[in-house]
Nanobody, 118 residues
Framework: QFQLAESGGGLVQAGGSLRLSCTTS????????MGWYRQAPGKQRELVAT???????NYGDSVKGRFTISRDNAKKTWFLQMNSLKYEDTGVYYC????????????WGQGTQVTVSS
């Protein structure tokens, strides 16, 4: 078993920035992909961004050009830099990992709240 711990959420005005972090108790090379998802009230969980073991990134259409996912292998941490935040970015953000041999993301953090005021 291992843990994922998010941090960095909070309240920010529209147009502002936040940086989320997710730290794992395992080394990052154990994972095929790391990522961020979010869930707004009354909506389904949606993809925000992913980064794979080669450093290739993928973004949800609504955040392209505004959000950046990155990682620091030595710190066993990956990040989500969120710029030009909009009200509709409000939600609970979850970090997740896909381990080698797993078909998809299967381990999740507890979530961190991001609230963007208009």
């Amino acid at each position: 078993q291992f843990q994922l711990a998010e941090s960095g959420g909070g309240l920010v005005q529209a147009g502002g920035s936040l940086r989320l972090s997710c730290t794992t108790s395992r080394i990052i090379i154990d994972f095929i992909r790391m990522g961020w998802y979010r869930q707004a009230p009354g909506k389904q969980r949606e993809l925000v961004a992913t980064i794979n073991s080669r450093g290739n990134t993928n973004y949800g259409d609504s955040v392209k050009g505004r959000f950046t996912i990155s990682r620091d292998n030595a710190k066993k941490t990956w990040f989500l830099q969120m710029n030009s935040l909009k009200y509709e970015d409000t939600g609970v953000y979850y970090c997740a990992v896909q381990r080698w041999g797993d078909p998809d993301f299967g381990s999740w953090g507890q979530g961190t709240q991001v609230t963007v005021s208009s």
